[in-house]
Structures are given as structure tokens and as C-alpha cells.
């Protein structure tokens, strides 16, 4: 199914949250144009006003750094059908205004996942936007290779749109170098937008997105009311711990940075009040404490840097926000990738 195939396309967006190196840059000033008409675009300005969730990759600047070759070359990846190197990947897809920015409504992807063994469903509302294809036959020749059943194609507004039977995801390339992919509501509003029939997001996500500032990747996410609470409860028996002081987080922003040999990562959760910021502040300065400050516990000598970058992890609260922030060094990083098997860990590429 077509919702199992596009290896290629998450690979990207994974190796651009885990491997985040190279240098800033966040240039959405780019032009290209649309195969209908010819017009500035940037991801971004294609992103539908009901996501919720947006994560910026600037796959520009990871695409031509030293490091994530290093990083995308030690993934254990034979058994799957994705380009075997990074120059391979680097024809395929980049430039120097090369982004992705995936898109998702978390409420939808949550009622999805649990309607749905195999993937996303046709519930869920989940897209990614990527500028910077260069090689849209071999893109197209590698997704058909590993699709379950053959493709096929539906036009809509001009664009078309390549699925499977289903009809449940799709992707569509736009403009010279951008290309589409996600459920098939997702890649329809998209198509709108480019069309001039329907507005981009706007409004506090989209300043949230923007107060982030540069970085290599930035994530920020608007928990709708409620959302938290109902899907907590499928967990909670599950759960070490009490998943109920968790239940009225509103906001959560990431940003992934490169700093020399280290990847700046900050991570702030926005509470609906002060009182529970302060028990999850808490909580984690407990947990580090226990975990990695009493020495009880024997850490496995692979995973001693990792554990060691954690214990300097600054825990602290900004009113009703909790901040968190990391400095993992990016050789830890590109040690971990040596024993992380794509085909196993991600169900996608099974």
C-alpha cells in the first residue's frame, strides 16, 4: 500500500530530526513555480489552516554537511529499497533551497492510530511539503519499486495526484521542485492553496512556528482542548509512571540546532497553569536525580556518553512553561546510528 511505501520521503524527514547537523538557515524566500501557474512559493505558504503541528527541516543545510553523511551513511539500510548513499540521496534530492515542512492535525492522527492497524487510516490529517526534488523519474521509479501494488493516478485541479486502490494517502509534485505527500484530504488542501482556492495557516501557531526563530529544525505543536486528557486514558494502566500531570498541556516547541561539535536541542511545554509546570519541573529533576545522579543504576559502556550529555541537562520553569534544554554531542549521535535498523525500528519500512 502506498501508506507503507515512500521510504525515501520519511528517510528524509528522519534523518533530518535525528541527524540534525550543519548550519542554520531558515530562508523561505524562494521562488519556484506550480505547474498551472508560475509564482513565488516556500513550504510553508502550501501548510492548510487546520494543522496543528507543524516541523521545519532545513534540509539545505543538513544536505551538505560533513556529519550527516557520516550519520546517513551508517544506517544499517541494505535491506531496503532507499538510495545505499549519500551522494546517492544528494542527487535525488536538494539544492540550496531545499525544505520540508510536515503538517499534521493531532487530533485526527490520533483517533487514525486507533482505528487502524497499518497505518495512518483514512481518518488521520498528515502531510509533508518538500522543496528541492531534483530527481522527480527516479523519485517516482524508487516509490514504485517498493509500492505493494501498482500506482495509479487521479486528477484534481489539474494536478495529478498518484495513489492506490485505497485512496487513502497520495503524493503530487508541485512546481519545478516541490513535491506533496500525506493523506489524501492533506494533499488536496495543499493543491488548493497552491490553487489560490484556500488560504495557508495563519493566526498563534503560525507566530508560535516564527518565535522559534533559526534553526535546523523547529517543531511546534498546538494541543487542542482536551486532546491530552482523552488519549492519556488508553495509556495510563500501561504507563511507569502517572500520565495524568500531562493532561493540560497546551503548547510544545523544539528546536535542534548545530554548535560546533553539539546539537543545541531546547524543548518548552506550555501548561494551563503554573502549578502544573511546577509538578512536571519537579518530576523530571527527580528523575534525572534518581536515574543518572545516584549511580545505582549500571550503564552499558555504549551508552555511557549518551547518559553522561543527560546529567548536564538544564531542567527549569518560565512561568506556566517548562524548558528544557541539551547539548548531545554529535559523535554520540553518529554512534547511535551504527546499531539503528530503519527496517526494524519504523514500521513504515517493512
Known sequence: MLRKTPALLILILLVSLFASFGCGGDDENEKSSNETSAQAISPLKLIPQKANMLVYIDMAQLLEDQD???????LPKEELEIPQTYDDLSEMV???????????????????????????????YLGLVVKGIKDKEGLMALIESAADEPLSTITYKDFQIYTDPSQEMGFSFVGDDGLVFGSMLAVKDVLDIQKGEQPAITGPLLKAYNDLGKALVKLVMAV???????????????????????????????????????????????FADTESA??????????????????????????????????????????????????LPISVIIDLAQGFDLSESIPIFQ
Do not use: H, W
Request: aromatic letters at 6%.
Open 68 to 74: 550527516l553523511s557520516m550519520f546517513y551513511n551508517s
Open 224 to 270: 487542542p482542548p482536551g486532546a491530552m486528557g482523552d488519549g492519556l486514558q488508553d495509556l495510563e494502566s500501561e504507563a511507569p509512571i502517572d500520565l495524568a500531570m500531562f493532561a493540560d498541556l497546551e503548547t510544545v516547541s523544539l528546536t535542534v540546532d548545530k554548535d560546533d561539535e553539539e546539537l543545541p536541542i531546547e524543548l518548552r511545554l506550555c
Open 94 to 124: 536538494g539544492g540550496n533551497s531545499a525544505q520540508g515542512v510536515l503538517f499534521a492535525d493531532i487530533s485526527s492522527m490520533a483517533q487514525a492510530v486507533g482505528s487502524s492497524e497499518e497505518g495512518i487510516g483514512d481518518e488521520g
Open 278 to 327: 511546577e509538578n512536571i519541573k519537579g518530576f523530571l529533576s527527580i528523575v534525572l536525580q534518581q536515574f543518572l545522579g545516584s549511580g545505582s543504576i549500571e550503564i552499558p559502556e555504549d551508552a555511557q556518553a549518551l547518559v553522561a550529555a543527560f546529567k548536564d541537562m538544564d531542567v527549569s520553569r518560565d512561568g506556566a512553561c517548562v524548558e528544557i534544554s541539551i547539548d
